[in-house]
């Protein structure tokens, strides 16, 4: 888990990619608990 995890959100920052963690829209269905879970 962190930068090079591509599941978790600050991976996905790192990556610049995008999905259920990290939506596109940052308004919208993502809860806070998922958001910060992921984050270390």
Request: charged fraction near 35%; proline fraction near 2%.
């Amino acid at each position: 888990m962190g930068k090079g995890d591509k599941r978790t959100k600050r991976g996905k920052i790192w990556r610049g990619s995008n999905g259920k963690t990290r939506p596109k829209n940052s308004k919208g269905y993502q809860s806070n608990a998922a958001a910060k879970t992921s984050e270390s």
